[in-house]
């Protein structure tokens, strides 16, 4: 016993002379109904003084735990759904520019200017004024 330190020796001593009593207290039917009963009115209190508070709450227009519980799980749903409609846009977005890019007409690197009917001609005129005349 030199080597265990002291705490050690009160303990193993209380734990032997108390385990076995608080062995049998706890497994017999009177503590489990003890607990049983004990938890029934801790779950009654709590329901009551959360009850109690989002009525004072309401009361004075304010948010009770159960409405931000109940906005956040809108919110929640809200994201999923965004989310959904995010992917189905770029799903679409890829399919349109599939589609685009295999009916556009291919490009020409050096393509002709547009010809016109009639030619056009800058002429000069004095500063400040611009005119575009007919060639003939």
């Known amino acids: 016993m030199a080597d265990k330190p002291a705490w050690r ?3 193993d001593q209380v734990a032997g ?16 109904e003890a607990v ?5 009115v801790r779950a009654r209190a709590a329901s009551e003084l959360q009850r109690s ?7 004075w227009n304010l948010p009770a735990g159960t409405d931000v519980a109940m906005l956040r799980q809108e919110v929640g749903a809200l994201n999923r759904e965004l989310r959904a409609l995010a992917r189905r846009v770029e799903d679409l977005q890829g399919e ?7 009916t556009a007409p291919p490009s020409t690197p050096d393509a002709p ?3 016109t009917d009639e030619p056009q001609a800058t002429v000069a005129v004095p500063e400040g004024e611009t ?6």
Not at 53 to 59: D, E, I, K, P, V
């Open 53 to 59: 508070s989002r009525r004072f709450l309401h009361a």
């Open 96 to 102: 349109l520019d599939r589609v685009a890019a295999a």
């Open 9 to 11: 020796v009160v303990y």
């Open 113 to 115: 200017e547009r010809v």
């Open 36 to 40: 049983e009963v004990a938890e029934a």
């Open 131 to 136: 005119s575009t005349r007919q060639a003939s």
């Open 17 to 32: 002379e108390l385990g076995p009593r608080l062995t049998d207290v706890t497994g017999s039917d009177g503590f489990a």
